[in-house]
């Protein structure tokens, strides 16, 4: 089993930078693919970023790429999300996820078993 805190969330202008941290404790993290979904209030939760097992393949969805950059270090037991040129659109809880042995990235939340509580991104104009 693998716990993920999600950590930097806040509020910011439309334009600003964020960086969402994820920390992994438990089993070790450089065993699992993970994921960045958000969902804001009375929405789905959607499908933000992912990267693999061994972080050598990444997703985006079409609204963040360019924007959007996620990246892990196994060596903290980490993952992040930078997150820059934010717009009102981007406001929503942000959560990580992990899939164990995901060499292949996965856009879909079914697939991860292990989430983190989530952390708000509030974008204001």
């Known amino acids: 089993q693998v716990q993920l805190i999600e950590s930097g969330g806040g509020l910011v202008q439309t334009g600003g930078s964020l960086r969402l941290s994820c920390a992994a404790s438990g089993r070790t993290f450089s065993n699992y693919g993970m994921g960045w979904f958000r969902q804001a209030p009375g929405k789905e939760r959607e499908f933000v970023a992912a990267?693999?097992?061994?972080?050598?393949?990444?997703a985006y969805a079409d609204s963040v790429k360019g924007r959007f950059t996620i990246s892990r270090d196994d060596a903290k037991n980490a993952g992040n999300l930078q997150m820059n040129s934010l717009k009102p659109e981007d406001t929503a809880v942000y959560y990580c996820?992990?899939?164990?042995?995901?060499?292949?990235?996965?856009?879909?939340?079914?697939?991860?078993?292990?989430w983190g509580q989530g952390t708000q991104v509030t974008v204001s104009s």
């Open positions: 996820a992990a899939k164990f042995l995901a060499r292949v990235v996965s856009t879909t939340p079914a697939e991860y078993r292990h």
């Open positions: 990267i693999n097992r061994g972080g050598d393949s990444t």
